[in-house]
């Protein structure tokens, strides 16, 4: 009823009216082919299938059973598991991304699984030897995995950070913003907490922090500029913001302690005191860039090389090092000791955090032993 006053349809409506009413693939294409099919639901099953048929030349379905992330919407491993007539079923034969302690530890997690993962897993691991660890901190204290991440920076080697609840790395983003690390989820980059230094505008281009400091700090004028004085309180500046750039840039303020210190501090390039008047709202992010600029201008130029963000988040990404934190809501840790699906879906999203990394592994520390995911099994 809801839906139907303003005439309105979810998501789940676009694929069922799709497969209700569209008999082919928009663009009708030759071959159709479904990456990640894991974690597909019944419904976008049948449409899959539908349009699969329609194309063609190649109907392709790429997926792994044991990465189903996704059931709380209906998807099972179960219909990749269904046999293929022999010559249709192709399995995965080399690893590209685990080494073979990795990949060893993630297949012994995986034989937790109620319903067989391991039949017909056969792929060999990658050349290097890699690495299993522990790490004893846990989310609430991560200094730790903040010099874990620094020391890869240095090595120019990628570090995640992932954990199965976003909750779990409020404190290390924290930390992170506090000590000039940059970091993002290149994955996930609509969600702001994690990418607090980029954004794309309505053009495509990228904006944010990084743009502003670098414009404040190279003296310049122009757009962006002005974009960085647009943030300031209105009651500092009288006119309008190109005048107030103008007036800055020419040192020609009226007499005001606090509209010369702001002049001041934009002639002299202290971030710090621009971080420290900016509004809320910026504060934050042009914070962090100037941590980062303090520690290495550098780091300003290049995408960062720490990712955080929850596993489901980085479900298809990769990086040299991961790093665990294994924290769940009690609530979940209960309805697993209740559901055998329940405990498998975890035992599933462990497993894609651990097969995320090209070189080591590394557990850390739950706050509460009860309330992780080494209770839940």
């Not at 990404?317 to 697993?336: C, F, I, K, T």
Request: charged share 25%.
């Amino acid at each position: 009823d809801f839906k139907q006053e303003p005439a309105s349809i979810a998501f789940q409506d676009m694929i069922d009216f799709a497969l209700r009413d569209a008999d082919t693939c928009p663009g009708d294409p030759a071959c159709f082919v479904v990456d990640e099919a894991q974690d597909l639901n019944p419904t976008q099953w049948g449409l899959v299938k539908k349009w699969g048929a329609a194309a063609y030349h190649r109907f392709v379905v790429a997926g792994d059973p044991a990465q189903v992330l996704y059931s709380w919407i209906g998807a099972s491993p179960r219909e990749l598991l269904e046999p293929l007539p022999e010559g249709r079923h192709v399995l995965l034969g080399q690893s590209y991304r685990n080494p073979r302690l990795v990949q060893a530890e993630a297949e012994g997690w995986l034989r937790q699984h109620s319903g067989s993962m391991m039949d017909g897993r056969d792929a060999h691991p990658t050349d290097r030897e890699g690495g299993v660890f522990h790490l004893p901190i846990n989310h609430t204290d991560p200094d730790a995995l903040v010099a874990e991440a620094l020391r890869h920076m240095a090595d120019g080697e990628t570090t995640a950070i992932l954990a199965p609840c976003g909750y779990s790395l409020t404190v290390l983003i924290a930390r992170l913003r506090e000590f000039g690390v940059p970091f993002h989820n290149p994955y996930r980059p609509a969600e702001g907490r994690w990418n607090p230094l980029r954004r794309l505008n309505d053009d495509g281009e990228r904006t944010g922090s990084v743009a502003r400091l670098r414009c404040f700090l190279d003296g310049a004028g122009g757009p962006k500029a002005i974009t960085a004085l647009e943030q300031l309180p209105a009651v500092w500046f009288e006119g309008t913001r190109k005048a107030a750039l103008e007036a800055i840039m020419a040192g020609a303020l009226p007499e005001d302690s606090l509209k010369e210190q702001a002049a001041a501090a934009w002639r002299g390039h202290d971030g710090a005191w621009y971080a420290q008047h900016m509004p809320e709202k910026m504060r934050n992010p042009l914070t962090l860039a100037w941590n980062i600029y303090r520690r290495d201008p550098e780091l300003l130029r290049h995408d960062p090389t720490v990712i955080i963000g929850t596993i489901h988040s980085m479900k298809g990404g990769e990086a040299d090092h991961v790093y665990l934190l294994p924290d769940l809501p009690r609530r979940v840790v209960d309805a697993a000791e209740e559901s055998v699906e329940q405990r498998d879906a975890i035992v599933r999203q462990w497993y894609v955090g651990m097969t995320r990394a090209r070189d080591t592994l590394t557990y850390c520390d739950p706050q509460y032993y009860r309330s992780s995911v080494e209770a839940v099994l």
